[in-house]
Every structure is written in C-alpha cells, then in structure tokens.
C-alpha cells in the first residue's frame, strides 16, 4: 500500500511522447489521503498538471479508496470501468513503514521525480444549485521489488520512464502493468517533518534542531498527521481491501 508520499522539487522535467514538459511545483514533505495533489493527465489541451484530490469514495459505504492492486483492477466493479481514464502521480519519495511504526522514505538514487500509476474520476458532490464535480483518484500498487520488500510486500506501481505516453493513452489496455519500474531504491529513516505557524509547507528539520513538541515524523497511516486534527465524518480510508483510520489533511492543503 502507500498512504504517504512526498513531492519536494519545485520543478520537475518529463519527456512524454517526446517532448519534453517541465512542471512546477510547490515543494510537500507529508503528503496523505484527502488531499489535494497535482497529476499528469492528457487532455484535450495536451498533458498537463491538474489538481486531484487523493482517494475516491465507495460507493455502498464510507470508505475511501486510496490505493488499487494493479494486478487486480480489470477484475473490479470499481476499478475496471475507470481503465480508461488514467493518470500519472508525480512524486520523488514515498513512506512504508516498519512492524515497530517507524517510517523510512524510498527514493531514486539521484533524488529525481518518478510518476506512479493511477485512475481517476470525477465525483459528484452537493453544489448550492446543483451537484458539483470533483476529480479523485486512486494510486496502483505492485508487488514490491527486492529494495522494498525486506520493510513491506506492497509499493506504488512505477511507471517506467519510457511508458508514461503509453499509460496516459493507452484506453482499457493494461500492457504498461506488465513492466513496473524496477530501479533500486534509496531507503532513509523519515526526516522530522516540522510545520511552521501560519506556514502552508512542512519542511524536514535536522536531528540536532528537533524536539518532542516542535517536530515529528510522518506517522502510521493507522494514525493521524502532523496536526493530529481527524477527518470530519465517520469516512475510513480503504486501503487496498484493509480498511485503515483515514489521515487527515497536514498543514499544505489549509
């Protein structure tokens, strides 16, 4: 599964379908579910960075689905009718954490930007006249490789490099999911991640600058985050099949 990730370059470089698209971003340490994130979709302008907000909520109860077995979503009433409409979540590091709930943090090697494979939709919510539409999406998940396994059997589906065209155009083909990226990952012990008051970013502090109430990591997702404050409503996060305390939104997305 994953239930946290992180975005901290402020500009980021792609090449899909051979051009090259550079992307600016605002730099997020502690990014959970509920949030609202930039993702790669193709539209009718072109690729491009649109806000999504992170995890889809079932239909038949108040769960939120964040994350999607690759291997599993053709198989889905859930999943499978939103094949078709695909995107790329751009990040450069992401959370597991250890049976003792301490976080470490996988990333490439030379800290750069890598996009994970997800499905979204658009998901109707009370408008003051009429319905409004929210765009939600779901992370897909693999088996982990050999740098993730020895901390968790699950990590988000890599998109290689070279597929990112072919995982935005693809339609209800799923060929792209046979080659999940199989690079070696740096794992670090999580950086304290403090918020400053009034700020709107957290930002990773070094040990010597930590203290218990100033700082702390990023928690288990079966706890809350930095602020500790839960989400409003009864909603549980889902989290591949295994439903999970949803973690509220940290001090980026106020």
């Not at 509920?34 to 909520?57: D, F, H, S, Y």
């Not at 779901?138 to 597929?163: Q, Y």
């Not at 970013?201 to 100033?214: C, E, L, Q």
């Not at 839960?230 to 989290?239: I, T, V």
Request: with cysteine; proline share 11%; aromatic share 8%.
């Amino acid at each position: 599964m994953c239930a946290r990730y992180t975005l901290t370059l402020e500009q980021a470089r792609l090449v899909i379908a051979g051009l090259v698209h550079i992307f600016a971003f605002a730099p997020r340490y502690n990014i959970g579910p509920a949030q609202r994130v930039p993702v790669i979709l193709n539209t009718a302008e072109g690729v491009k960075a649109v806000e999504m907000r992170w995890g889809i909520p079932s239909a038949w109860s108040k769960t939120l689905h964040i994350n999607a077995q690759a291997e599993n979503i053709h198989k889905t009433t859930t999943f499978k009718p939103l094949l078709g409409q695909r995107c790329l979540v751009p990040m450069d590091g992401f959370y597991e954490w250890k049976p003792d709930k301490s976080p470490v943090r996988f990333g490439r090697r030379r800290r750069e930007l890598f996009c994970v494979a997800g499905l979204w939709k658009d998901v109707e919510k009370p408008g003051i006249d009429l319905p409004l539409a929210e765009k939600c999406f779901v992370l897909l998940t693999t088996a982990a490789n050999p740098s993730v396994a020895p901390i968790h059997d699950r990590m988000p589906f890599i998109v290689r490099d070279g597929h990112y065209d072919r995982w935005l155009r693809e339609g209800m083909k799923d060929t792209v999911l046979k080659f999940a990226d199989d690079t070696p990952w740096n794992c670090d012990p999580a950086p304290a991640v403090q918020t400053a008051p009034g700020s709107r970013t957290s930002k990773p502090v070094p040990p010597r600058h930590t203290g218990m109430n100033a700082a702390t990591r990023p928690k288990s997702p079966t706890r809350y985050s930095v602020d500790e404050t839960p989400l409003p409503g009864p909603r549980r996060a889902r989290c591949e099949g295994r439903e999970r305390a949803a973690p509220p939104p940290d001090a980026v997305s106020r």
